[in-house]
C-alpha cells in the first residue's frame, strides 16, 4: 500500500465496511479486512480522513468505546423517527438511580448501592441493567460472601455514544431517561418510595478513571 490509489482503495474499502456494519468496528476488527499487514496507525489515519470527508452532512463517523461506526447526527433524528414512531425504552428511577451510582462509582457491590440508595436494591433493576448490557461482573469483593463487584460495559458507553468514562455527563442528564413517577408502567421498578433523586445525589457522585 504504497501509492495513492492504493491508499484511496484502502479507504473505500474501510469506509464501505463501516456503512454497512450493524455495530462498532474496532481497529482490529477492520485489519482483518485486508490480507496485507496493515499498521493501526495508518487506519487511524485514514478513519480520521473518512471522519473529516464526512463532516456537516447527516451522517457523521463516530469514535466509540468499541470501535468505530457511522450514525444520524442529533439534530437530524426528529425526522428520522417519523420513519420510526416506535418510542425508546425508558427507565423506572430505580433503574437510572442504579445505572448512575455503578456509572460513576465502579466497581461497586450491590451493597455498596444499596448504601448509597438507602434502599435495597430488587434483583430486577439489576437484571434490567445485565439483560440491556450496560452492566457486567468484573470480579467479587474480598469480603465474606465475596459479593460481585459491578462495573459499566463498553456497550453502555457505545449506546450513550461515549469513548471512555471521563466523557460521561453531569449526573443530573442521566435523568432524561427516567419515567416520571406517576406512570403505572415502569421498566425495572423497585417500588421504591424514598429514593433520591439524581441531582439530590449529584455531588457524592464523581466519575471514576478507567
Known amino acids: 500500500m504504497s501509492t495513492i490509489t492504493d491508499l484511496n482503495y484502502l479507504k473505500i474499502v474501510l469506509e464501505t465496511a463501516l456503512l454497512t456494519a450493524t455495530e462498532p468496528l474496532s481497529v482490529s476488527q477492520l485489519k482483518k479486512l ?44 426528529p425526522y428520522l423517527s ?43 433493576v439489576m437484571q434490567t441493567l445485565l439483560e440491556r448490557g450496560w452492566i457486567e461482573v468484573i470480579g467479587h469483593k474480598d469480603v465474606p ?4 463487584l459491578y462495573a459499566t460495559t463498553r456497550k453502555f458507553l457505545d449506546d450513550l455514544g461515549f469513548v471512555s468514562l471521563r466523557d460521561l455527563p453531569p449526573l443530573a442528564d442521566l435523568g432524561t431517561l427516567v419515567i416520571p413517577d406517576a406512570q403505572p408502567q415502569e421498566i425495572g421498578s423497585d417500588d421504591a418510595e424514598d429514593t433520591l433523586p439524581l441531582d439530590d445525589e449529584a455531588d457524592n457522585l464523581e466519575p471514576q478513571a478507567e
Request: aromatic share 8%.
Open 34 to 77: 485486508f490480507t496485507e499487514d496493515i499498521k493501526a496507525s495508518l487506519l487511524n489515519d485514514i478513519l480520521e480522513d473518512i471522519q473529516a470527508d464526512w463532516r456537516g452532512r447527516g451522517v457523521e463517523l463516530v469514535k466509540l468505546a468499541s470501535g468505530w461506526r457511522f450514525r444520524a447526527r442529533a439534530e437530524f433524528t
Open 145 to 148: 460472601g465475596r459479593p460481585g
Open 82 to 124: 417519523r420513519l420510526n414512531p416506535e418510542k425508546p425504552p425508558r427507565y423506572s428511577r430505580a433503574v437510572m438511580e442504579t445505572l448512575a451510582i455503578i456509572a460513576y462509582k465502579q466497581p461497586v457491590t450491590r451493597g455498596d448501592i444499596e448504601s448509597i440508595r438507602g434502599v435495597s436494591v430488587s434483583t430486577s
